[in-house]
């Protein structure tokens, strides 16, 4: 009758810590990024009142006879599974879709979280609401991202300014009637960036000079001061496509515009989708792009599936600023749940794995996103209603124990 009683105390403790468990995961129903947690129960080690024999002598085998001693708590684990994504909006809030973690700097040691509400403080450091600085890669000075260095504390440079870019390229499109008088002229104009980002405003023209000929000229500036340009004279076949110059390009030398080196008025190719062509009697002549611009100042941020930053700046160009780190673990349910929602390594977890998202495993980013807690709220209640129970029939034998053992006092009356 002891052995019964404190085997459903221990239940009592046991479906105790299942009640906490329950607990903290409705209670954690709406937090970011949240992992519910699971609880496992185990017999405790049985006592043996007689072992098992084999048959002999004429007599059958007889198995063992145990009287178990209760139950304990296994395991209590976290459930790593995808949480919903909730839409935001927000350019700094990301999720990532499939495993891995964002890796966190704080407090001088490497923590993992799945929850994506990223800020700016005023160093420019992207950090957690906690504080913690988010690792990554920062942008190179080519423009690019390198992810084979050891990632560092990832900066958003705002107020960021990115240098003018001197125009070394224009691309010319639309169509030349091939009807057309010799001696028309067909123009368009387009703002060409010095080597100071200060724009320069050319016109183009082109003047049938013979049946499928056309010559090309440019000025700039107000006096016009006449281009000098080479390869001016296209041609064109019965078809309507360029046949001169070869390259399908006009070349204007350097210093030809003031402040502006070497450029060239790119025709397009035959195989191009858009290009000049001579076909019938519509003329459109316009310029497409051109590849020089101004200072530009950040306005404007997004984050690609890889994880890439990329800024948008005033003068229309992009580039990346930064690409966020992915952590993924060999055991991800062997980590130390810590403050928040966040984790630490332990030795059964295992090294993290950190690199860019997805490759090598690991989930992609969602940006304007944020991951909701996997926390179900069916399944939580009916954990609950099975934890209440659980602990009310252990009270009970208690209860019934504890009449026994009235009645066996009661026999000395």
Request: hydrophobic share 40%.
């Amino acid at each position: 009758m002891i052995r019964s009683m404190y085997a459903a105390v221990s239940g009592l403790r046991a479906h105790q810590n299942m009640m906490d468990v329950v607990g903290n995961n409705i209670s954690n129903v709406n937090t970011t990024g949240f992992k519910r947690s699971s609880i496992i129960f185990q017999d405790i080690l049985s006592q043996t009142l007689q072992g098992a024999s084999e048959p002999q002598s004429g007599f059958g085998g007889t198995n063992p006879m145990q009287i178990g001693l209760g139950t304990k708590v296994a395991a209590i684990t976290p459930s790593l599974s995808q949480g919903a994504l909730q839409r935001t909006g927000r350019p700094l809030d990301v999720a990532i879709e499939g495993d891995g973690f964002f890796v966190i700097s704080q407090g001088g040691e490497s923590l993992f979280t799945r929850a994506g509400a990223f800020y700016v403080d005023e160093a420019g450091n992207v950090v957690t609401p906690a504080g913690g600085r988010i690792q990554g890669w920062g942008a190179t000075a080519a423009g690019g991202v390198d992810t084979t260095t050891p990632p560092g504390n990832l900066l958003l440079p705002v107020g960021d300014l990115i240098p003018p870019s001197t125009t070394t390229s224009v691309t010319l499109g639309g169509n030349l009637g091939a009807n057309e008088d010799v001696g028309t002229v067909e123009r368009a104009g387009v703002d060409i960036y010095d080597s100071q980002g200060s724009p320069v405003t050319i016109d183009i023209a082109f003047t049938k000079t013979a049946t499928n000929e056309w010559t090309v000229s440019a000025t700039y500036g107000d006096p016009s001061v006449a281009i000098a340009l080479t390869d001016n004279v296209v041609t064109f076949d019965t078809e309507g496509e360029i046949v001169s110059p070869i390259d399908f390009e006009i070349d204007a030398a350097a210093g030809a515009v003031l402040g502006v080196g070497a450029f060239v008025l790119g025709l397009g190719a035959s195989t191009d989708a858009r290009k000049v062509t001579q076909y019938g009697e519509v003329t459109s002549v316009s310029v497409i792009t051109q590849d020089g611009s101004a200072t530009g100042a950040l306005q404007s941020l997004s984050v690609g599936q890889d994880g890439v930053m990329i800024g948008a700046y005033s003068n229309g160009r992009v580039q990346p600023i930064g690409q966020l780190a992915v952590a993924i673990f060999a055991n991800a349910e062997g980590m130390e749940r810590v403050t928040g929602t966040n984790f630490r390594q332990t030795p059964n977890s295992g090294l993290p794995q950190i690199g860019p998202s997805g490759n090598g495993g690991r989930g992609i980013i969602a940006s304007g996103s944020l991951e909701m807690a996997n926390v179900d709220l069916a399944e939580e209640f009916t954990q609950l209603i099975v934890s209440q129970r659980g602990f009310q029939a252990n009270s009970r034998v208690v209860t019934a124990s504890d009449e026994l053992l009235q009645e066996i006092v009661n026999l000395k009356r």
